[in-house]
């Protein structure tokens, strides 16, 4: 099955700072590959997601790259703010598959 | 505004008890899931549902069950809960995957169970 490691489980920035979120999976197969962010007492919710056809896309102050060769994909954040603190999760999938393989999150912490 | 609403966001109970989460969707999505959560682990598929009254094993089935007698309800059974059990449950659900689509998982707000 799918194995989906996420680094790092822990990142804190300065507000203004980027942050980037990295991660790895296994099958060559996933071709859809969603971000989610849990904010404190909540649950996930999706904030971007990419498909194997494309390399990057781009969300205002957040984006998502993907290197299917490398079979890794990452979250890139600018302009941190106090807002975007929460945990992430990574997941990956097979398009049109109701089931998501989740990484093990990141939780980021936006300093003043 | 869609909602899936987890009946109890705290519960305490012993080892040993009978335990029920409940689990509604507004979004009349045919898919539902349950996640559990935990620091350092993420989020591990419990079961999964795709129809009424079906049910599918996710990654860590062992020690739960699950009822969806109607398309809106999906519970999480833990037919005698132990100390492994405490822990975070998520529920979410999602519209009908198929073809090149993915349906986005819609979470709720998790139950926090505590045994005890």
């Known amino acids: 099955g799918e194995n989906v490691e996420q680094h790092p489980s822990t990142l804190s920035v300065q507000e203004g700072d980027s942050a980037v979120i990295k991660c790895t999976y296994s099958?060559?197969?996933?071709?859809?590959f969603p971000w989610y962010k849990q904010e404190l007492g909540k649950g996930p919710q999706l904030i971007i997601d990419i498909r194997s056809n494309v390399g990057e896309k781009k969300d205002q102050r957040i984006a998502v790259t993907l290197n299917k060769t490398a079979k890794h994909f990452s979250l890139h954040i600018t302009e941190t703010q106090p807002e975007d603190s929460a945990v992430y999760f990574c997941a990956a999938s097979r398009e049109g598959y109701s089931t998501l393989t989740f990484g093990k999150g990141t939780m980021l912490l936006v300093s003043p | 505004d869609v909602k899936v609403t987890q009946s109890s966001r705290y519960l305490v109970k012993r080892t040993g008890e009978k335990v029920f989460l409940e689990c509604v969707q507004d979004?009349?999505?045919?898919?539902m899931f349950w996640y559990r959560q935990d620091p350092g682990l993420g989020l591990r598929l419990i079961y999964f549902s795709y129809d009424v009254k079906m049910k599918e094993k996710g990654d860590i089935p062992e020690g739960y069950s699950v009822s969806r007698e109607k398309k809106e309800r999906f519970s999480l059974i833990l037919e005698s809960a132990s100390t492994n059990q405490t822990s975070m449950y998520l529920c979410?659900?999602?519209?009908?995957?198929?073809?090149?689509?993915?349906?986005?998982?819609?979470f709720g707000e998790g139950s926090r169970l505590t045994v005890l």
């Open positions: 979004m009349d999505h045919e898919n």
């Open positions: 099958d060559s197969a996933s071709n859809y």
């Open positions: 979410a659900s999602s519209l009908l995957s198929s073809g090149s689509f993915t349906g986005e998982l819609f």
